[in-house]
Nanobody, 124 residues
Framework: QWQLVESGGGLVQPGGSLRLSCAASRFTLDYYAIGWFRQAPGKEREGVSCINGGDGYTDYADSVKGRFTISVDKAKKMVYLQMNNLKPEDTAVYYC?????????????????WGQGTQVTVSS
């Protein structure tokens, strides 16, 4: 059983928007950081964004700054990734991942809990 469950992926045209959701029903998000990672075909998985559930600190990869916004709803135990102005190079499987307390860069080995991923395809 997956600890985290992603949803919201799909097919969108360049310049469009999607909002990904990560359900963290087993987590008290005050004590966890949740990150978003993505893996494009033939490429290594890379970090996209992260948020500390406790203090709201956020971090973004340079490639998505100004276009993506991460947020948390602790009452609903949900983390969201709002993706605007999507580009074909954003096409990937997107994963959410959790670790205790604080974001720790985008080294995936530091994240202990993972979802199964959701596909995002940006194409005209």
């Amino acid at each position: 059983q997956w600890q985290l469950v992603e949803s919201g992926g799909g097919l969108v045209q360049p310049g469009g928007s999607l909002r990904l959701s990560c359900a963290a029903s087993r987590f008290t998000l005050d004590y966890y950081a949740i990150g978003w990672f993505r893996q494009a075909p033939g490429k290594e998985r890379e970090g996209v964004s992260c948020i500390n559930g406790g203090d709201g600190y956020t971090d973004y990869a340079d490639s998505v700054k100004g276009r993506f916004t991460i947020s948390v709803d602790k009452a609903k135990k949900m983390v969201y990734l709002q993706m605007n102005n999507l580009k074909p190079e954003d096409t990937a499987v997107y994963y959410c991942a959790g670790r205790t307390y604080y974001c720790s860069g985008f080294n995936e080995e530091r994240y202990n809990y993972w979802g199964q991923g959701t596909q995002v395809t940006v194409s005209s």
